[in-house]
């Protein structure tokens, strides 16, 4: 099954104000871009992928993510995550109504192309399928197959919640490039841990991380 990702970005002015401790105002954006741009560059490289859709009114990553090989589908709604979702979605499926397309987070620096595979391998088994963070709150990929709405419900125990719309939870284990998400400097160091692409290892060098 080939797979349309659709990769929902917040303007990068108002992006991971949660790593505030890890990295000053000026950094934040500059990261934040990072982390979609190595998200993007593993997803391209994925054979399961046929397309990336980032989903953005913010101009610096709508270029940046571009020459990457995203398609870019501007934020029309300007409602949050799942708006925009919903919208990226609609723009995909207005003209190829049966692809398979799977929602995920823009900032999964560490992410491998191989283990993307995987769980995109797994979740063709369904009409919905999930895989929570390593936190085990939230998500960072919603897939739905052809003819299935993707019903998403990121945010806050979006895990919970997905679940409980009837989406199925992959229980894979040695996915972990896909679960480290990227929300606090305790996540950023697991990230780094894991090891994470060339955009986030350049701006990540000149922060000082405890413990990493």
């Known amino acids: 099954m080939q797979w349309t990702l659709v990769i929902p970005l917040k303007p990068l002015a108002r992006a991971k104000s949660r790593l505030s401790d890890t990295a000053a105002d000026g950094v934040r954006p500059g990261l934040a871009l990072a982390f979609a741009q190595d998200t993007v560059v593993a997803a391209v490289a994925c054979p399961a992928v046929a397309d990336v859709v980032v989903v953005t009114d913010d101009e610096l990553a709508a270029r940046e993510l571009a020459v990457l090989g995203a398609r870019i589908v501007p934020d029309a709604p300007g409602r949050g995550l799942n708006a925009a979702l919903r919208h990226g979605v609609s723009v995909v499926r207005e003209k190829r109504p049966g692809i398979a397309i799977a929602a995920l987070n ?3 620096p560490a992410l491998r192309a191989a283990e993307l595979g ?3 391998g797994a979740a063709a088994a369904f009409p919905r399928a999930f895989l929570a963070d390593a936190a085990a709150l939230g998500t960072t990929l919603l897939a739905a197959a052809g003819g299935h709405d993707l019903e998403p419900a990121f945010g806050r125990d979006s895990r919970a919640r ?3 719309s009837g989406a199925v939870e992959l229980g894979l284990a040695d996915v972990d490039s896909v679960r480290q998400d990227v929300d606090t400097g305790e996540d ?3 990230a780094l841990a894991l090891g994470v692409g060339p955009h986030t290892a350049a701006v990540s060098a000149g922060l ?5």
């Open 162 to 164: 997905h679940r409980a």
């Open 208 to 212: 000082l991380i405890p413990g990493a």
């Open 118 to 120: 995987r769980v995109l």
């Open 106 to 108: 823009a900032d999964l």
């Open 188 to 190: 950023l160091r697991a």
